[in-house]
């Protein structure tokens, strides 16, 4: 058994073809489609947070809106960019998110990748270089993980507008349960590791730095196993979770294949440089064609088999019916097969 969910980078395009042409389209879609994906057992709504980009930048409005409509699904980022966050400010917004959802919120959080601007950070006001802010995100991560716990840390004002307990007080509101819901994108073997180490949940997308000359889903399924490896010798006191991200486009009607048919030959891994990163990164390949052949050809992938929830990247510019009819596939003619479900 698998958990199903959908990554949405929250495109919205104004032009023919696309049926998302606002920030507007963008958020109400993203609501209709968690909504109507419950309904289906899809099992979490997933979204990428992009700054200075015509796509979702903003999560924690969306994902208690989201939460205030569904019941059961799990509301996520895939993930939230820590160059760019203050971790008081983000830790209040999570922990009332996760109130207003009822305790269902995934929250993967990491470094990013390259944005659409240059040292964008510095416009929220860290004006750090693009090597300082790589240790200056774990940092912050940590930070955000410590506030997560609920700890009383701060000291009171002797002269308080409203009447308080004594003692050290903490960020409100808390939220129980949240710090065990965090996860880390990882894109290496070693991020895996510390991730494992400060007990995060890992999630690995659709690519990862490229360590071997092996396959795509061999590398990344050794991340995974050196993650649990990790998590074991750590010791922590609750089981983690693994996720990976798959391009899948099930082609079942004319409009799918006009669309993707295209995708359904020669599809394979590929090996790219991203900015600023000196080693070379490797792509995994789109699962497209007939549904019984994906499910062929991810009984296969090795990186699929280590983790607990498989995560579907949608072309969400289609629009929500045409997304329903793609995880509708996935979910009645491709995850019967792998045993999913």
């Known amino acids: 058994m698998k958990k199903i969910g959908f990554l949405s980078f929250g495109h919205w395009m104004d032009f023919e073809g696309s049926i998302v042409r606002s920030a507007k389209d963008?958020?109400?879609?993203?609501?209709?489609?968690?909504?109507?994906?419950?309904k289906i057992g899809i099992d979490g709504a997933y979204y990428r947070v992009h700054h200075f980009a015509d796509q979702i930048?903003?999560?924690?409005?969306?994902?208690?809106?989201?939460?205030?409509?569904?019941?059961?699904?799990?509301?996520?980022t895939g993930l939230i960019d820590m160059r760019y966050?203050?971790?008081y400010m983000m830790a209040e917004n999570a922990g009332l998110t996760d109130i207003i959802t009822q305790g269902r919120v995934e929250l993967g959080v990491g470094r990013g990748s390259p944005e659409q601007v240059l040292d964008g950070w510095?416009?929220?006001?860290?004006?750090?270089?693009?090597?300082?802010?790589?240790?200056?995100?774990?940092?912050r991560t940590l930070e955000f993980l410590k506030l997560l716990e609920g700890e009383r840390f701060a000291e009171p004002n002797p002269q308080p507008m409203f009447p308080q307990e004594p003692g050290k007080?903490?960020?409100?509101?808390?939220?129980?349960?949240?710090?065990?819901?965090?996860?880390?994108?990882?894109?290496?073997?070693?991020?895996?590791?510390?991730?494992?180490?400060?007990?995060?949940?890992?999630?690995?997308?659709?690519?990862?730095?490229?360590?071997?000359?092996?396959?795509?889903?061999?590398?990344?399924?050794?991340?995974?196993?050196?993650?649990k490896e990790a998590w074991k010798e750590a010791g922590h006191d609750f089981e983690p979770r693994t996720l990976v991200t798959r391009s899948i486009q099930p082609i079942?009607?004319?409009?799918?294949?006009?669309?993707?048919?295209?995708?359904?030959e020669g599809s394979y891994d590929q090996v790219g440089f991203l900015a600023y990163?000196?080693?070379?990164?490797?792509?995994?390949?789109?699962?497209a064609?007939?549904?019984?052949?994906?499910?062929?050809?991810?009984?296969?992938?090795?990186?699929?088999?280590?983790?607990?929830?498989?995560?579907?990247?949608?072309?969400?510019?289609l629009g929500v019916e045409y997304n329903m009819h793609l995880l509708e596939s996935i979910v009645k003619d491709i995850a019967p097969e792998l045993a999913w479900r």
Not at 26 to 38: G, P, T
Not at 131 to 138: M, N
Not at 178 to 197: D, E, N, P, Y
């Open 122 to 139: 510095k416009y929220f006001g860290y004006d750090y270089s693009e090597e300082e802010i790589k240790d200056i995100t774990r940092e």
């Open 169 to 227: 007080l903490r960020l409100e509101p808390y939220s129980e349960g949240l710090r065990q819901r965090i996860w880390w994108g990882a894109g290496s073997t070693q991020t895996a590791v510390w991730a494992a180490q400060h007990g995060m949940n890992l999630q690995s997308s659709t690519l990862v730095n490229y360590e071997t000359n092996e396959p795509f889903h061999i590398q990344q399924a050794k991340q995974l196993r050196a993650f």
């Open 289 to 317: 064609g007939e549904p019984d052949k994906i499910a062929k050809d991810l009984a296969e992938d090795e990186a699929i088999k280590e983790a607990d929830t498989v995560l579907v990247t949608i072309p969400n510019t």
């Open 85 to 87: 966050e203050n971790p």
């Open 57 to 76: 930048g903003s999560p924690f409005p969306l994902l208690s809106a989201i939460g205030a409509k569904t019941d059961k699904i799990e509301i996520g």
């Open 26 to 38: 963008a958020y109400l879609q993203s609501i209709d489609l968690a909504v109507e994906a419950e």
């Open 252 to 264: 079942t009607n004319d409009l799918d294949r006009r669309l993707f048919g295209h995708q359904d």
């Open 277 to 287: 990163h000196q080693n070379p990164t490797i792509f995994g390949k789109t699962f």
